[in-house]
């Protein structure tokens, strides 16, 4: 099957912290791909490094065949993305932050007009078209980000935790979209720390830990007629506090 990204020995040093100790990733063209892993795993990493964002140490990605590094616009015209936190234009409106990234795509601006207000009206942004992005609250940031990244209609959406903050009605809706975009022939590939969105959505999985995966497959290879959490558990180390230290509290 090919391989809609692939990563070959992604490595990444900050100082003496190695956030991600050589990595390599298959990600099947049409898989709604979920990367799990705790806090400090080197997901964001990982994924920012798969889209061009963060050079790597070392190591090489390729999006459906184009090398990230080497042939970026290639690569990137193929990717949509929504990266980590808040890296928008937050001066902008809503409105106005899509126009900015149909017309960096090089799009229509006819075309940007029309899907800008059917994702505006989508994601039940519409009424927040003239706010600054700065005055969203964290999951209408998520939501307008979601947008810029669905825009162009890529081939592979590469989504850095789409679910955080987002409320239940609006993250049900976000299961649709992105479950009608694989059903389309789109990948999607996402970090989450929610097993159940994962075991809910993902047609395969893998558990970062350390800046390693540590199991990788798919869904039903992970879990092994376990719980996905159970497996998520034993593997990245249980809890060692249980919560009887804070005496004081
Ligand atoms: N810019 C940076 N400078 C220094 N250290 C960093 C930087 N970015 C990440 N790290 C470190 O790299 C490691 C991996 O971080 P990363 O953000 O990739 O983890 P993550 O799995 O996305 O975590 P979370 O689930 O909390 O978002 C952590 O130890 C983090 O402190």
């Known amino acids: 099957m090919e391989s809609a990204l692939a990563a070959r020995g992604l490595v990444k040093r900050f100082e003496t912290v190695v956030a991600v100790a050589g990595i390599d990733l298959d990600v099947p063209a049409g ?3 979920g990367l799990l892993g705790p ?3 080197g997901k964001t ?3 920012s490094m798969a889209v061009g964002l963060l050079r790597p140490d070392a190591g090489r990605v390729w999006v459906l065949g184009h090398d990230v590094w080497s ?10 993305v929504l990266p980590d936190g808040v890296r928008l234009f937050d001066r902008l409106t809503g409105a106005e932050l899509l126009a900015y990234h149909g017309l960096l795509r090089g799009m229509d601006p006819a075309v940007i007009d029309q899907r800008a207000r059917e994702l505006l009206d989508v994601l039940a942004l519409a009424s927040a078209g003239r706010t600054l ?3 969203y ?3 209408m940031k998520k939501k307008i980000g979601l947008a ?4 162009h209609a890529p081939r592979l959406l590469v989504l850095d935790e789409p679910f955080e903050a987002v409320d239940p009605v609006s993250a049900a809706l976000i299961r649709d979209i992105l479950q009608r975009y694989v059903a389309g022939g789109g990948t999607v590939i996402f970090s989450s720390h929610v097993m159940e969105v994962v075991e809910r959505l993902c047609s395969h999985v893998a558990i970062l830990a350390d800046g390693a995966i540590k199991r990788v497959g798919t869904l039903d290879e992970v879990r092994g007629g376990r719980s996905l959490e159970d497996v998520f558990v034993e593997v990245v180390g249980g809890r060692t506090a249980t919560g009887e230290e804070l005496a004081w509290l």
């Open 133 to 135: 992005v700065v005055d």
């Open 71 to 80: 042939d970026p616009s290639e690569a990137k015209a193929l990717l949509g």
């Open 137 to 139: 609250s964290a999951g």
């Open 31 to 33: 898989s709604f791909y």
């Open 45 to 47: 990493t990982t994924l």
């Open 148 to 151: 810029c990244a669905l825009l």
């Open 39 to 41: 806090n400090g795993a």
